[in-house]
């Protein structure tokens, strides 16, 4: 039986992996490095530090990653700040049907707090969720399983009980290793044969995971 669900956010809740990249893609041109989305794709899912490092081991220690970061993050704010926060289908729906369920529902994202909450607020879904783990506020950073073993924690509900919702690879092995039955609904990435064998489930869209429940639950 389903007593809680864990979300990850950009990409699964929120279609905002596409404006990240576009933004990286302006910035990465006016500073004059070749970028495209394969290199893009290895940093979903991925906090900071480990996107920092990756990029450094493509363009070199000297790849001031922080001070371009900071116009991603600017570029992102002025954005949203414009045209809200595009949702991915069904995450209405499945949102207000936890909710009428009784289902717990916590975030688990890679996102900064500052950041995460700022998007969750603009979106109109913050009131939605009784608990929230965020990038900086664990230790390692995903596809370690500490963000979603913590999440779980925060709302009570035990391994085999939790539902854990992903669209990126990094965050399927985090959930899966954090003992969660894991589903992917993929955004920029489709699973690949080894990610397959991790997953309870795989959904196109959101609203597809209320069946899920139902199946699970009996209703």
């Known amino acids: 039986m389903i007593k809680g669900v864990v979300f990850d956010m950009d990409g699964l809740m929120f279609d905002t992996e596409k404006i990240v990249f576009r933004n990286w893609s302006i910035v990465m041109k006016e500073n004059n490095y070749d970028y495209n989305m394969d290199i893009y794709k290895k940093t979903v899912g991925l906090r900071h530090a480990e996107t920092e490092k990756l990029n450094k081991s493509i363009y070199g220690e000297d790849f001031d990653y922080q001070t371009l970061r900071t116009r991603v993050s600017r570029m992102y704010v002025e954005y949203t700040a414009q045209f809200g926060v595009p949702k991915k289908e069904g995450l209405t729906e499945l949102l207000e049907f936890l909710k009428e369920n009784k289902i717990l529902t916590a975030v688990a994202t890679s996102t900064r707090e500052e950041s995460a909450s700022r998007t969750l607020k603009i979106a109109g879904v913050t009131e939605y969720f009784s608990a929230f783990m965020f990038g900086d506020t664990v230790k390692k950073g995903k596809p370690d399983p500490e963000i979603f073993e913590r999440a779980r924690l925060l709302i009570g509900t035990e391994k085999e009980n939790t539902l854990a919702l992903e669209d990126s690879i990094n965050g ?44 699970e639950n009996n209703m």
């Open 172 to 215: 399927v092995k985090s959930a899966y290793n954090a003992g969660l039955k894991t589903v992917m609904v993929p955004d920029m990435l489709e699973p690949d044969e080894e990610t397959q064998k991790l997953l309870y489930g795989k959904c196109r869209n959101l609203k597809e995971v209320i069946t899920i429940v139902k199946n």
